[in-house]
């Protein structure tokens, strides 16, 4: 195993070099390389029939695969609401939070799943029109006002966390969202949540509204020309409000999906960052439903790979949890300059 560790370790350190002479994208591809080899060549020094077939099982890997790639769905879509209105919302993973801890709270305090995901939307609208506040109306920097609702939603839902459940944590009786069973479409399609079957809904809803209604139309013409659109009597700031909260309640869902659709109870920052990963689908599937879609199952693919990967080999199982941030950073820097974002984007509008 040192053998491919050495010579992954060298590639990191030309891509590092490379990196330091200005050279961005090949730096990147360089290190991306470097790490990936690593980790594939301690594999195949451990690899054998046995392993193989344990890992490489069709139906658990894709329905884990879906699993793994609903939230990220979620908040993609939301986040490209968002940013296709001209706001840049990095506080997708403090409302991903949020809409877990108050998934659970609801579930818990109300007695139906229903409830809770209701609640989730409601908080998780609640932290995005925070940060429609402070990027519309106070036309604060829009990455350190998401970075804020991050750390806001983390403090929060840690401190009723601990004052409302203590140590004992959340209440394993907590309801669940169900399971749609549908035995003939087979063992990856014939059991798959709720929440699931909703994000291929909303997929089709968000292409069909963002790219064939008037409300898509405004949306994009609010990111791409603000001015313009002012002029025709489109309301800039009534736009780009709706925007935003629909990113935080569409974010929301998704941790409500990983608190009580998939695990069935709540631990502190148990997003993970799995809100960044969805920022990164948007920007991997260039703010289209479906591309952001084919990223999500690329990241969750990875993710379900890693968990895989830890049944034979459970020694470097920190190595496989990393696989997902890997190959996102690896995806963000392959995409950057050749994806088109919004003009707008991240620029405050000034009525005039």
Not at 124 to 153: C, E, K, P, W, Y
Not at 194 to 207: E, G, K, P, R, Y
Not at 248 to 265: F, T
Request: net charge positive.
């Amino acid at each position: 195993m040192w053998i491919p560790l050495f010579v992954g370790l060298i590639a990191i350190a030309v891509g590092i070099w490379v990196l330091s002479r200005g050279a961005r994208r090949p730096g990147w591809t360089a290190i991306g390389f470097g790490l990936v080899g690593i980790l594939l060549g301690i594999l195949a020094t451990r690899a054998n029939v046995g392993n193989l077939d344990q890992v490489v099982v069709w139906g658990a890997l894709l329905s884990a695969t879906l699993v793994w790639a609903t939230p990220l769905t979620f908040a993609a879509i939301g986040g490209m609401f968002c940013e296709r209105s001209g706001v840049v919302n990095i506080g997708l993973e403090g409302m991903m939070l949020a809409g877990a801890f108050f998934a659970a709270l609801g579930a818990d305090k109300f007695g139906n799943w229903e409830m809770g995901v209701v609640t989730a939307a409601i908080a998780g609208g609640a932290f995005a029109a925070v940060h429609a506040v402070m990027a519309i109306n106070l036309r604060a920097d829009q990455v350190v006002s998401g970075t804020a609702i991050n750390f806001l939603a983390l403090g929060v839902t840690g401190y009723f966390f601990i004052d409302i459940y203590g140590e004992n944590g959340t209440p394993g009786d907590l309801p669940r969202i169900p399971d749609v069973n549908v035995g003939f479409l087979g063992s990856v399609f014939g059991h798959l949540n709720v929440m699931i079957w909703l994000s291929f809904l909303l997929l089709i809803v968000a292409h069909v509204t963002l790219f064939r209604t008037p409300i898509g139309l405004r949306i994009r013409s609010v990111g791409e020309h603000p001015r313009a659109a002012d002029t025709v009597g489109i309301s800039v700031y009534g736009t780009r409000y709706a925007a935003v909260i629909l990113s935080g309640m569409l974010a929301a869902l998704g941790g409500a999906y990983l608190s009580i659709g998939y695990l069935g109870s709540f631990s502190e920052n148990m997003t993970a960052g799995r809100g960044f990963i969805a920022l990164a689908a948007v920007i991997f599937g260039n703010w289209r439903p479906f591309g952001a879609f084919a990223a999500a199952l690329l990241f969750g693919g990875s993710t379900a790979l890693s968990f895989r990967l830890q049944q034979p080999w459970p020694a470097p199982s920190v190595l496989f949890q990393a696989l997902p941030y890997v190959l996102t950073l690896i995806a963000v820097a392959g995409v950057i300059g050749r994806a088109t974002p919004p003009a707008s984007a991240g620029r405050p509008y000034v009525k005039q």
